[in-house]
């Protein structure tokens, strides 16, 4: 019996200190899941926006006097670098006064006269078309309306097209708002249109829609209008007078202000005398928006 209990005592030593044994897997587990929880966290902090990483170095930079940007805003705690910080457009017609305004604007619509001039006389054309600026922009006279038009009918002629293919492109490369004007002389006579305000109405239509529809002028920037005979451009009874009133004009508005445009006529004829008590204004910068006068009527009784 002596003899199994001391086998039986050895084996429970053996148990026992294979028991004893196991407990440094514990700690092995503990130092694992640690080791596993710091890579994890270690892992989500590299994980960092380029952006904001980028607009923190360079705000470092700078609050460390690596870059000089001069003043700087620490209302919110964080220097700005300069390139952050939002800087209003300077307005280049800050301080500019009507007369100012005015001369500007005649010598932008000289320009284009110039530039119609031009295209008109490299092919030959420039003999068909006349120029008036006035407060309302600039008029471009097609005359003679069987130059451009068969008698007594709307249908535009060879040469009506070539003009307006020529003139076209520089009326739609412009902002500004473009009127299509049809007259006729008091002694018209139609036979196709009952009297020549519809005459009239429909040549100047034929005018835009070959000005949108062949030359790209936007068709929300442009209108037409019929006045008959009640606008001559000459009072005259001769054949010459009325050939010149039967005629279409096309106008490129302004689109100044109406003080502005007032003063137009006195710059063109060099009367304009600057208002040394007149105060400087601030007025937006040109946007193409149409103002007042350049509105497309499309018909008239006037």
Known sequence: MSGRGRGRGRGLEEEHEEHVDERWMASYMDMVTVLMCMFIVLFAMSTVDQ????????????????????KVDTAEGIVVPADLVDTPAVNQDVGLTDLDLAIAEVSDLTAVQAAMQAALSAVGLDALVEYTIDERGLSVGLIGSETFFEPNVATLSGQAVSVLDTIGPLLAGSQRGVSVEGHADRHGVTINYPTDWELSSARATQVLRHLVERTGV?????????????????????????????????????????SVRALIPSVLDGTAVPDETAPAKSVPAKSGHKTGSDKPVVSSGH
């Open 51 to 70: 952006a904001k990483f980028v607009q923190l170095k360079n705000s470092l930079a700078t609050g460390f006097g690596a870059v000089d940007v001069g």
């Open 218 to 258: 936007a068709q929300d920037r442009i209108g037409a209008i019929g006045y008959g005979s009640a606008r001559p451009v000459d009072t005259g009874d001769d054949l010459a007078a009325m050939a010149r009133n039967r005629r279409v004009d096309v106008v490129l508005l302004s689109n100044q202000p109406d």
